[in-house]
T-cell receptor, first 112, second 113 residues
């Protein structure tokens, strides 16, 4: 069973517009969520995280929203830039364990 | 500050052989986790070591094992390799024992033929 799901395998957005990446989870024990970005032939790079006690966290162009009742989180990138083109993974953990459960990833393409 | 270093970057092994992968975490980081990435299964957690002790383990067979040394460097071993073990193996390190952002290495691409 897939506990973390990213239902959109790909997303294409115009440069300067907002990119919204979505993630759903099924395990109600998850209490910490992270977004990672991955370029080909590189390891994932941490972007932003959020604890379940919050519903929003911002860092520059990146904002993560958490809706616990819907078991849904989203990553907003504003404005989108060509360098944002990559695969984005959401990940979740529970109980403070350094054991991440990843979604399948969404390939984001920013078009000039 | 140097990042997470994984060696080797690429490896080709024959079915039935065994392989050892190495990971040097960021200086000062005591937690090292290992993940397997395949096209079909995505990124899956293998195990985590903290202060030389395995603290968490994923759902992988006993052929997959690891260890951590006193300098926090970690090794992962896969015995009796199968074709399905072909994957990108990623190591991640983090500073504390609790959940914080993990920093990943570039991975070791293992191909089993």
């Amino acid at each position: 069973d897939q506990q973390v799901k990213q239902n959109s395998p790909s997303l294409s957005v115009q440069e300067g517009r907002i990119s919204i990446l979505n993630c759903d989870y099924t395990n109600s024990m998850f209490d910490y969520f992270l977004w990672y970005k991955k370029y080909p032939a590189e390891g994932p790079t941490f972007l932003i995280s959020i604890s379940s006690i919050k519903d929003k966290n911002e860092d520059g162009r990146f904002t993560v929203f958490l809706n616990k009742s819907a078991k849904h989180l989203s990553l907003h990138i504003v404005p989108s830039q060509p360098g944002d083109s990559a695969v984005y993974f959401c990940a979740a953990s529970s109980g403070g364990a350094q054991k991440l459960v990843f979604g399948q990833g969404t390939r984001l393409t920013i078009n000039p | 500050k140097a990042g997470v270093t994984q060696t080797p970057r690429y490896l080709i092994k024959t079915r039935g052989q065994q392989v050892t992968l190495s990971c040097s975490p960021i200086s000062g980081h005591r937690s090292v986790s290992w993940y397997q990435q395949t096209p079909g299964q995505g990124l899956q957690f293998l195990f985590e070591y903290f202060s030389e002790t395995q603290r968490n383990k994923g759902n992988f067979p006993g052929r997959f094992s690891g260890r951590q040394f006193s300098n926090s460097r970690s090794e992962m071993n896969v015995s009796t390799l199968e074709l399905g073990d072909s994957a990108l193996y990623l190591c991640a390190s983090s500073f504390t024992g609790g959940i914080t952002e993990a920093f990943f290495g570039q991975g070791t691409r293992l191909t089993v033929v």
